[in-house]
T-cell receptor, first 112, second 113 residues
Framework: SQTIHQWPATLVQPVGSPLSLECTVE??????LYWYRQAAGRGLQLLFY??????ISSEVPQNLSASRPQDRQFILSSKKLLLSDSGFYLC???????????FGSGTRLTVV | GENVEQHPSTLSVQEGDSAVIKCTYS??????FPWYKQELGKRPQLIID?????GEKKDQRIAVTLNKTAKHFSLHITETQPEDSAVYFC????????????FGPGTRLSVLP
């Protein structure tokens, strides 16, 4: 069966520090991969999605970036965090064709 | 592009009553409509979905209805229980934008004992 791993679960980082969140999927190949952000009490904002290795699409201009160095690995990064980057970050995957999203357990990022 | 609206934003019901959450979408090409439940501090989880070739789907106390002509779909929860309290998100997806979902803003459901 397929599983998705996301880490770390919580993170407190100072403003201006770098960020790296990692997500991996097991049990499937060529998944669609997604990064979402959820501000406190708010909806799900799509940040990046990827349909294959090295293929990244950005939905929202920001100081975050994403990379997909391997088929089942998706990384969210920032060179310098802003206070507004605080939130709950969710990785998700879906089959290449059809099927619902499966979300990772999320990373709660607090920028101080 | 697709736009998904969701109502109400908050909903309180007495335990045992029914709850209905409605979503509308703008792109007539959308053909897959999942619903997610997110408990406090946890990940959203798929609870039910429906495809455009089906008008209604039921899974125990949860049902989803779809009206393609009117471009709206609804989540129905019967005999609500306190553990149904959560934020519920609807979403729409279609070939026009690959498998990317457009989520509604969410509904916070509170089931009062």
């Amino acid at each position: 069966s397929q599983t998705i791993h996301q880490w770390p679960a919580t993170l407190v980082q100072p403003v201006g520090s770098p960020l790296s969140l990692e997500c991996t999927v097991e049990g499937t190949s060529n998944p669609n991969l997604y990064w979402y952000r959820q501000a406190a009490g708010r909806g799900l904002q799509l940040l990046f999605y990827s349909v294959g290795i090295g293929q990244i699409s950005s939905e929202v201009p920001q100081n975050l970036s994403a990379s997909r160095p391997q088929d089942r690995q998706f990384i969210l990064s920032s060179k310098k965090l802003l206070l507004s980057d605080s939130g709950f970050y969710l990785c998700a995957w879906s089959p290449n064709r059809w099927g619902g999203y499966t979300f990772g357990s999320g990373t709660r990022l607090t920028v101080v | 592009g697709e736009n998904v609206e969701q109502h109400p934003s908050t909903l309180s019901v007495q335990e045992g009553d029914s709850a209905v959450i409605k979503c509308t979408y703008s792109d007539s090409a959308s053909n897959y409509f999942p619903w997610y439940k997110q408990e406090l501090g946890k990940r959203p989880q798929l609870i039910i979905d429906i495809r455009s070739n089906v008008g209604e789907k039921k899974d125990q106390r949860i049902a989803v209805t779809l009206n393609k002509t009117a471009k709206h779909f609804s989540l129905h929860i019967t005999e609500t229980q306190p553990e149904d309290s959560a934020v519920y998100f609807c979403a729409a997806s279609g070939d026009n934008y690959g498998q990317n979902f457009v989520f509604g803003p969410g509904t916070r459901l509170s089931v009062l004992p």
